[in-house]
């Protein structure tokens, strides 16, 4: 193509692609955006006037390519609410990775927190980095806190609302909350709620919890039962649109995607983003709901945004997201762990806003049910991968498409912690193209486990994946910047666009290795983060990991255990010890170190 031209808000950007033989942009095409708010002729104005400054005080949702002199530069939002994807050779850039890959070209995504500029004579890129928010935590009582987040709330929606739309709607605190800001406004607006009852399960709870509240708010909804030959129709096509074989992230799509089918609105709403603000996951740790919030935000790009992006694009509909507002983001950063998780109830002041507004008590209390979950569609997934012979949904989502998810880097120590993350994000469909290891001269590293180089190199050799060493003193915090050092040689040498990490209690390592990650414009990963450490010892054994303890310091845990190998019978004895001495079973805090002397995907 000789430009880039902007369509409909749904279609948002086309593919640009440079070839070497055509003008850069057309005259008429200097800046083209994607945004709810802005227009292509304010964004421009902001930028001449400001430069790339004014972007930080831009508060929608965007995503912008624009020509100044000879570069083309890209941007979008700070938490990555509009998708922007680009390739190097040729230099093209696209909304949806698909589009590029269409045109056997590798996608990247362009990481929220960095601005790409692209030298038109050179073909060089560069990124410059942004700032993302911060932590900023005031002390409040619970009824002000409540009337600040309505107060938000109820304006986030309205900047958002400017005609009819659709609200996805499970009868739940966050879809109840939207509808009765809704009302408040007086904005025209109809329900909609997708859900299905394979064989002999029961009806999907979202449905019937959306009927009932509906009707007690005097709503609008529409609902749309699915039949099991619709979701094995439609997961194909999903899977190819947002690039994923993941079954969680199919299953929940589904309800979405068969929801927007009956819509005629072209604006849909949701609300997306009020788990991450108010800690809505149990795998939010709650001595520390300030940091999980603000990690939340971090991933929320490629964890959801993405793929309802992608869903409401094939529908023809622009997807507005209230709860994503940057005032609102602000704010909730400002809130004490304790008016989120109180009472054994998650986003509690998102339960006292809902009913401020009018929400049904039984909706503003309802605990949190996955859509997935409370659609039924993970459960049509699981009776089509049994229907088409396969052992598990994994497996039979993988079959839909052929392509890997991400290319990670692992930060690999040898032992369990590094291997069992490593297995994750393989077996759900990752190439696992390096392992990065960084050596601390210091024992007594924050970050990194001082195992032998030559065993790491002896592992990372029976898994047939290149190993990547980063020397590094291992002073405390100075270790961030040779962690950056490894990553960008990662980046550089393998062409990764994530980082895994084996974190599993330590706030400390995760937050500086999604840190890291941000820096050198990577996406970080944690799949076994906060996960139960009794359970996962067990899940060890089951998937066939030989973990030998190397050396113990936990009170309880003799020299004998030195050398020994975990099978079931000194595992149930482990536990059994770290429950009378009251250490962490899976030995986080240093209890006792592992090595793995074999696996699932070691080599003999």
């Known amino acids: 193509m000789s430009g880039i031209a902007g369509g409909s808000k749904a279609s948002s950007l086309a593919v640009y692609m440079d070839h070497g033989d055509v003008e850069i942009l057309d005259s008429s095409d200097d800046i083209v955006s994607d945004s709810t708010v802005y227009s292509d002729g304010e964004l421009s104005q902001i930028l001449e006037e400001e430069g790339l400054e004014g972007l930080s005080a831009v508060e929608a949702d965007y995503a912008v390519a624009w020509r100044e002199n000879g570069d083309i530069l890209l941007a979008r939002d700070i938490l990555g609410a509009r998708p922007l994807f680009y390739s190097d050779e040729p230099f093209s850039f696209a909304s949806e990775r698909r589009a590029l890959e269409k045109e056997g070209l590798e996608a990247r995504e362009l990481h929220p927190r960095q601005i ?70 007086g904005k025209e ?36 039962p699915a039949g099991i030959s619709e979701v094995e129709e439609a997961l194909p096509e999903l899977g190819e649109r947002i690039s994923t074989t993941s ?46 919030c603000l990690s939340g935000l971090r991933s929320l790009f490629h964890r959801d945004l993405y793929r309802d992006n992608v869903v409401s694009s094939l529908h023809g509909k622009e997807l507005r997201l209230p709860f994503l507002d940057h005032d609102l983001v602000r704010h909730s950063l400002t809130l004490p762990g304790e008016l989120k998780v109180r009472d054994g109830y998650r986003k509690y002041v998102l339960r006292l806003v809902a009913e401020k507004l009018g ?19 993970d459960k049509a997934i699981a009776r089509l991968a049994k229907d ?106 393998y062409g990764i666009d994530g980082v895994v990490a084996g974190a599993l209690r330590s706030i400390y390592q995760k937050e500086r290795v999604e840190q890291a990650a941000e820096d050198t414009g990577l996406k970080a990963f944690s799949p076994l983060w906060n996960e139960d450490q009794e359970s996962y010892m067990w899940w060890l054994v089951r998937e066939g990991f030989d973990v030998e303890i190397t050396e113990v310091a936990a009170r309880g ?16 004895e482990l536990l059994e010890l770290a429950e009378e001495h009251g250490f962490h079973p899976a030995g986080e805090g240093g209890g006792y170190e592992t090595v793995v002397v074999d696996g699932p995907m070691f080599r003999n």
């Open 116 to 185: 790409l500029r692209y030298d038109t004579e050179t073909g060089y890129i560069q990124f410059e980095k942004r700032e993302f928010f911060s932590l900023e935590v005031e002390d409040k009582e619970l009824e002000e806190a409540a009337e600040e987040v309505k107060e938000r709330l109820v304006e986030a929606v309205e900047r958002r609302v400017d005609g009819p739309v659709g609200l996805l709607f499970s009868g739940g605190l966050d879809s109840s909350v939207l509808a009765a800001t809704l009302q408040k406004l």
């Open 189 to 224: 607006f109809t329900c909609y709620s997708a859900g299905i009852q394979p064989g002999n399960t029961d009806p999907p709870r979202d449905v019937e919890k959306a009927e009932e509240v509906a009707e007690k708010m005097d709503l609008e909804l529409e609902t749309v």
């Open 247 to 292: 079954p969680v992230k199919l299953g929940v799509a589904l309800p979405f995607h068969l929801g927007l089918q009956e819509g005629e609105e072209d604006v849909v709403i949701t609300g997306l983003g009020a788990e991450q603000l108010y800690a809505g996951y149990s795998r939010q740790r709650e001595d520390e709901i300030g940091k999980e």
């Open 359 to 377: 929400v049904p008590e039984e909706a503003a209390w309802r605990k949190k049910t996955a859509a997935q979950y409370g659609s039924n569609f």
């Open 388 to 493: 088409n012979g396969f052992d598990s949904k994994q497996d039979y989502c993988r079959s839909l498409r052929d392509e890997s998810e991400h290319s990670l880097g692992v930060l690999f120590s040898g032992g369990k912690d590094s291997n069992a993350a490593l297995y994750r994000m393989a077996i759900r469909n990752n190439s696992i193209d390096c392992l990065i290891n960084l050596q601390p001269g210091n024992e007594d590293s924050y970050m990194f486990d001082p195992k032998e180089e030559d065993l790491v190199r002896e592992q990372a050799d029976r898994l047939d994946i290149p190993l990547l060493v980063q020397e590094t003193e291992g002073e405390k915090e100075r270790e961030l910047e040779d962690l950056e050092e490894a990553l960008e040689r990662a980046k550089e040498e």
């Open 557 to 572: 845990l003799e020299e004998s255990w030195e050398g020994r190998i975990l099978d079931e019978e000194s595992l149930k």
